[in-house]
């Protein structure tokens, strides 16, 4: 076919096209057909819509899996980082008493740690009893070794075991015969898991749920051939009650005392232990340090921070070493003597003359004040942390002469009101 022959069959073709009418069903078929095709684009675009939301939605769930897994991580480092120091401690730098076990042959069956324990038997700390616990075993150690030498054949009484982390700290020592006393009923069953396991290795241990303000050591422990050893993270609310107690016991050489060389670790709020140790001269001298160095030698050993503690108490705590005196520094009733040095430091800013005086009625309190002091050797105007042991018991022993001349005068009590005062004097 020629070029212009083709043209002209082009041509005719549009013409005859343009000449076709649509009828009114073709014209509504195309409509429909043209609906048809919007709703498909419509719905495609939907689908579109749909597609990209659900890749979002995907793409935001993996991103946030991927940072969560990656801050899981994290925190399992922090948590590594927290652990770990101990669990190298324990391959590469074993406390000297954990290598003493080791040698001796001693072996506890695996225990629960104590963070298991406690939670184990929900033991929450209960405020009233000043329940704070440690846990880190090199502390428990440490507290134990300022014991000294603990023999196979000595006894060690515990205050206040709790979960039982000095307990287990005593145990490593190997002692013949362990006593604690707990007031909680609630750490029986951890004890008990403790006393099972020290079975096997010929160490008695007896629990006592007592309160020991009341307990009656001598009953308990009869036999004065062992030597026997006092120890305890104390609870705050009795610390010094006790300590006043057992400083008493040491002087009548009775209870826990009946041995010279029973000798007492203990914890105290460090404002305490430090009181108990202040040398004359110090600040912190009080009635606590003087009756604590006439019958025993004090030492502080080392402090303990709060933070070491669960739950952690608002202060820090001081460890206490007291070994009783093998001489006594008197022989007066300890009693009196506390009566003397607590007057004595009732007026801690003032001359210790004031304080002293407190100890007479108004109408003879300046002479007689000024007699004793003469008699004992001291000067009146020292104020009372300036004054040294042996000058409160040589003021001590002027009052307990004075009282024996005039017993009138010993139930003089300064505080009462004036007319039980009076009473007291004229009967
Ligand atoms: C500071 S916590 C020490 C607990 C444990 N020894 C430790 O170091 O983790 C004091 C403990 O003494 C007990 N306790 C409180 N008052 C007591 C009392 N009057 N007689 C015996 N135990 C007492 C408490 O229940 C508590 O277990």
Redesign the pocket.
């Known amino acids: 076919m020629s070029g212009n022959e083709h043209k002209q069959q082009k041509l005719n073709v549009k013409y005859a096209d343009s000449s076709l009418k649509l009828d009114k069903a073709q014209l509504e078929f195309m409509k429909l057909i043209e609906e048809q095709n919007l709703e498909r684009v419509q719905k495609l675009k939907r689908l579109r819509r749909n597609n990209l939301m659900t890749a979002g939605a995907l793409i935001t769930s993996v991103v946030g899996i991927y940072a969560y897994s990656i801050l899981s991580v994290k925190q399992e480092k922090f948590l590594d980082d927290f652990e770990e120091p101990r669990k190298k401690k324990k391959k590469t730098n074993m406390s000297t008493a954990a290598v003493r076990v080791l040698k001796s042959g001693l072996r506890l069956p695996p225990l629960p740690t ?1 963070r298991d324990i406690v939670k184990l038997y929900n033991l929450r ?2 405020k009233q ?7 880190d075993e090199r502390l ?1 150690d440490k ?1 134990v070794k300022q014991c000294g030498r603990i023999d196979s054949k000595d006894v060690v009484l ?10 287990r700290s005593i145990i490593r020592r190997e002692p013949k015969h362990i006593v604690v ?4 009923a609630r ?1 029986l069953p951890t004890l008990e898991l403790l006393r099972e396991c020290v079975a096997p290795l010929n160490i008695q241990m007896q629990i006592f749920v ?4 009341t ?1 009656n050591i001598e009953n308990h422990l009869p036999d004065i051939t062992q030597r026997l050893h006092l120890i ?7 610390s010094t009650r ?1 300590l006043i107690n057992w400083l008493e016991d040491v002087s009548l050489r009775r209870g826990a005392f009946r041995r010279h060389d029973t000798c007492m670790t203990l ?1 105290f709020q460090k404002e305490v232990a430090e009181r108990i140790c202040a040398p004359f001269g110090h600040e912190q001298r009080c009635r606590l340090s003087v009756m604590s160095q006439i019958w025993t030698q004090p030492f502080l050993k080392f402090v303990i921070p709060g933070t070491a ?1 669960v739950p952690k108490p608002e202060v820090d705590v001081g460890v206490v070493k007291l070994m009783p005196l093998k001489e006594p520094k008197t022989t007066l009733d300890f009693r009196l003597v506390e009566k003397v040095v607590r007057h004595i430091f009732n007026m801690r800013q003032k001359y210790c003359r004031r304080g002293f005086g407190t100890l007479f009625p108004p109408d003879q309190r300046e002479s007689v004040t000024f007699e004793l002091f003469k008699e004992a050797d001291v000067e009146d105007t020292l104020r009372p942390f300036q004054l040294s042991v042996d000058e409160c018991l040589r003021l001590a022993t002027a009052y307990s002469n004075f009282i024996q001349k005039n017993p009138e005068v010993e139930s003089y009590n300064f505080r009462a009101p004036k007319r039980e005062a009076f009473e007291a004097k004229v009967s």
């Open positions: 104590l700390a209960v009893l000043s329940q704070n616990f440690l846990m428990t507290i515990e205050v206040g075991p709790g979960p039982g982390g000095i307990t006393v707990e007031k909680d750490f007592d309160d020991i303000l307990f305890g993270n104390l609870p705050f609310s009795i006790l914890t503690f």
